[in-house]
């Protein structure tokens, strides 16, 4: 049995603490939030509580809170050499007070609220200072039946950033798109079955073997054409930028990754 | 019974064969292509030809050539009045010959040679130059399972365009995301179901519902940290740009669509 307590009460925290409850291997002993209100709905099934000062014993503490908040809060915690795991891609592990271990516990995935997920889909970084706390993530992760990953901050950090190119901006791409086609009165709905095998087929084949269509052929015509329809300079510069990305990547000496 | 021949050897052509061939209303009478060879493999399976004076009367023309070579075809094509339809989402109807009467029969997917699709995630986009042509080619999509959507030219040319965002483009910023990752020596698979995820949440809610992340957020730290980790000026560029065009979204009073 692993004890947890979950600092926060945002969306990863909220996701984390359902599938903490459904598993018969994880006990949650406490969930504090600075503000009771946010976690009302949940005090018939948690132990809930705004006083750090009341914090129990617990084998690890989950701090899912804004990024901001994190080193903060890790400060006014009235213990030591507990372990305390931020939940963020993008704030260093030594951000936490050093007066505990130290880790992170790194959900790469979008959370909404009220939307379920399936974990088997979450991939979970584990960095931690001390080595011994590796195998207690590790095992954290696999009881809530996510694939885990032990990575260095470099890594983290090239991760998250990464995660905003496929998550935040392909979404913009998408936004772009649905621009477009509302400005000619057609439905967006006639795109998401592409946006979705796009998203497949790199599942089995690499970006680089997946690229199709007219900057790829370097097909001047096309480009010449789509760049005359777009009327909104900001789509058009998106055009230009990524057009000639591909080009880039795909220009000189083909490649086979 | 419809009756088709196909004009053309490509990923398209192809497809489209395999998929009228297992259809038991759909009867398939020539496939044509310049160079026999690219047909062999399938001459025990229907009757093929490179000699355009050969083709048999049918329902419907379907040519799935090149870009470049649509107009070109259709004018050596040695008979009139019959249905023609080309499957390019950026070809215009009007450039067919007008001997013949002329369609658009544009699937609006990303196909690979040899990696099957699922017919009924590909949505079929309807032009014709005469409103009686229109049922025929409805009822050849729906026959091999697919959606039929009637557009004008400006909404296939808009339909086109967006594919280029969401498909294209898409993927230049996941083969990104595989160049940052590999240059810290972190593993790109990672980063596939939150890939995934990202095009599975706009099936059911608006790319600027399902927004996330720094640009959003405005969060100032992050994006600083993120562009100094950027080594690379072209990641750089597509990180501002989109950046900025997030902000452009979501800037300024909350829009809900």
Redesign the interface.
């Known amino acids: 049995m692993i004890t947890v307590s979950i600092l926060g009460a945002g969306n990863v925290a909220t996701h984390l603490f359902e599938v903490f409850l459904h598993s018969e291997t994880i006990k949650i002993v406490q969930w504090y939030n600075r503000s009771l209100r946010a976690l009302a709905m949940y005090q018939d099934q948690v132990e809930t509580t705004n006083n750090l000062n009341d914090l129990k014993p617990a084998d690890v503490y989950i701090i899912a809170v804004s ?2 908040a994190i080193s903060g809060l890790s400060e006014q915690l009235p213990f030591k050499n507990r372990l305390i795991a931020h939940t963020s891609g ?1 704030v260093s592990v030594y951000d936490l007070d050093k007066k505990n271990r130290r880790a992170v516990f790194y959900p ?3 959370f ?1 609220k009220g ?1 379920a ?1 399936d974990m088997s ?3 979970i ?1 584990i960095e931690t200072t001390e080595k011994q706390d590796v195998p207690l993530l590790k095992a954290l992760g696999k009881q809530i039946g996510c694939h885990t ?1 032990k ?1 260095n901050s ?2 983290r ?3 998250h ?18 621009e ?2 509302e ?6 709905d ?14 089995t ?4 073997l ?7 052929r370097n ?1 001047k ?2 480009i010449k ?2 760049l005359k ?2 009327t909104n300079e ?1 789509h058009q ?3 230009k ?2 057009t000639s ?2 080009k ?2 795909h220009g000189s000496i083909p490649r086979n990754n």
Chains 1, 2 share one sequence.
């Open positions: 990024d901001d993008s790469l995935q979008t909404s939307v997920i889909a979450v991939p970084c990953h990575v470099e890594q950090r090239a991760l950033l990464a995660a905003v190119f496929v998550n935040n901006f392909t979404n913009q791409l998408y936004r772009v798109a649905h477009i086609t400005q000619e009165g057609v439905e967006f006639i795109l998401k079955p592409l946006i979705l095998e796009t998203a497949n087929k790199v599942q084949i690499s970006p680089y997946a690229q199709t269509g007219p900057a790829k097909d015509k096309t054409k789509h329809l777009l900001h510069a998106i055009y930028l990524l990305s591909i880039k990547t």
